[in-house]
């Protein structure tokens, strides 16, 4: 929280100390979201190459407060993965049209990001990114989705249907497919390098 209504997605860093650990900025977006808190924040960070880090960012329920191109907006950090260098602070987006990413893991030896997401009403996704870094890749959140539209949301904003359609397909609307995707909603978390967790 930055101030009176105004919530976002940060980073802080500190020295490994067992008595006192003294925390400094290291990345914070330069937006708001405005209100009470509400969830879909992404937050999750990874390892990546060439001295950066990878860090998701969700859309912080935009379709519900009629902010429905944020995802889909490069002016805007609300709904995507990025990529931050540690050395000059500096981010740059890798993927866009996501609702909130909760997994994040990055495969150096196929340069391929794998990430998992929380989907609406059913569609949690399980997306792969080849290459990050040859273009922005476009995951279609909140245009296309194999979920649906919350009730409650619908009834709190009548136009959803209409400036987020939710289409079932991903590829026939210029988007990424996700590799699997569930329904009913599986609430995906974090991946992890199976051999890397137990050993050889």
């Known amino acids: 929280k930055k101030g009176p209504n105004c919530y976002y997605n940060a980073i802080v860093e500190g020295k490994l100390n067992t008595r006192k650990i003294k925390f400094r900025n290291f990345f914070e977006m330069n937006e708001c979201q405005i209100g009470d808190y509400l969830s879909q924040s992404g937050g999750m960070i990874s390892k ?46 890798l993927s866009i049209g996501h609702r909130n990413p909760q997994g994040l893991f990055y495969d150096d030896i196929n340069d391929v990001i794998i990430s998992s997401e929380h ?64 329904n009913p909603a599986i609430a995906p978390s974090q991946i992890i390098n199976i051999s890397d967790f137990i050993g050889q």
Not at 68 to 90: A, D, F, M, V, W
Not at 142 to 171: A, D, Q, R
Request: contains cysteine; hydrophobic residues 30%.
């Open 48 to 93: 990546y190459k060439l001295d950066s880090l990878l860090y998701t960012i969700g859309d912080y329920r935009s379709v519900l407060e009629n902010n429905h191109e944020l995802p889909q907006s490069l002016k805007s950090l609300r709904g995507k993965i990025i990529k931050i260098n540690k050395t000059t602070k500096k981010s740059e987006i």
């Open 119 to 182: 989907g609406a009403f059913g569609g949690c996704e399980v997306n792969l990114n080849f290459s990050p870094l040859s273009k922005i890749k476009n995951f279609g959140w909140p245009i296309s989705s194999y979920g649906e539209h919350y009730g409650s949301t619908l009834k709190f904003n009548e136009k959803v249907k209409i400036n987020s359609p939710l289409y079932k397909s991903h590829s026939d609307h210029g988007f990424v497919e996700p590799v699997i995707y569930f």
